[in-house]
């Protein structure tokens, strides 16, 4: 499974786990736009330009304050 960790505020890289229990996560769900951020604009870097990058920067940050 990929997760999206955050390493700094509105800064996110993909980590690969092998199992759903090995860290604590949040799944987020949402209404899809035109301007989603795909697997490979958040390789690439070119997703933060897309408005859906606001989502999971502010999730992101949710989950954080929430302890994740």
Not at 34 to 53: C, F, M, N, P, R
Request: hydrophobic fraction near 30%.
């Amino acid at each position: 499974m990929r997760l999206l960790e955050m390493k700094a505020p509105g800064e996110f890289s993909l980590i690969q786990v092998t199992t759903h229990n090995t860290l604590p996560y949040a799944i987020l769900s949402h209404t899809w736009t035109g301007k989603e951020v795909t697997y490979q604009d958040l390789i690439s870097g070119a997703g933060k330009s897309k408005s859906g990058y606001e989502k999971i920067k502010f999730c992101g940050e949710k989950a954080t304050r929430d302890g994740l």
